[in-house]
């Protein structure tokens, strides 16, 4: 049974950093490609960093500089850094994992077969 739980959400002010983590579970996580994902109210889901087996990053212009996406094997999880956080970062964020990169890109949905249940994170100004 595959299982992604994100934790370490929270409210930061303009500026501030967060570490997400997600606890991985029930299938091979050093082979598989991970990513991070998040969701504004009324907005679609887009992609904020991916990671594949041999430690390739991909970001969006949007978060690059700012976040960071790293895994540890030998705890199956994946974090994600976030510094310098910006009121348009608030969203929750979904853990994603797929057995291998396909025919999408790296930071569409599309790409995925697991989901996390999502952890909140939001910014003041």
């Known amino acids: 049974q595959v299982q992604l739980v994100e934790s370490g959400g929270g409210s930061v002010q303009t500026g501030g950093s967060l570490r997400l983590s997600c606890a991985a579970s029930?299938?091979?996580?050093?082979?598989?490609?991970m990513a991070w994902f998040r969701q504004a109210p009324g907005k679609e889901r887009e992609g904020v960093a991916s990671?594949?087996?041999?430690?390739?990053?991909t970001y969006p212009d949007s978060v690059k500089g700012r976040f960071t996406i790293s895994k540890d094997n030998a705890k199956n999880t994946l974090y994600l850094q976030m510094n310098s956080l910006k009121p348009e970062d608030i969203a929750m964020y979904y853990c994603?994992?797929?057995?291998?990169?396909?025919?999408?890109?790296?930071?569409?949905?599309?790409?995925?077969?697991?989901w996390g249940q999502g952890t909140q994170v939001t910014v003041s100004s």
């Open positions: 994603a994992a797929a057995p291998r990169p396909g025919r999408w890109g790296l930071l569409q949905r599309g790409m995925y077969n697991y």
């Open positions: 029930g299938f091979s996580f050093s082979t598989y490609l």
């Open positions: 990671i594949t087996s041999i430690g390739t990053t």
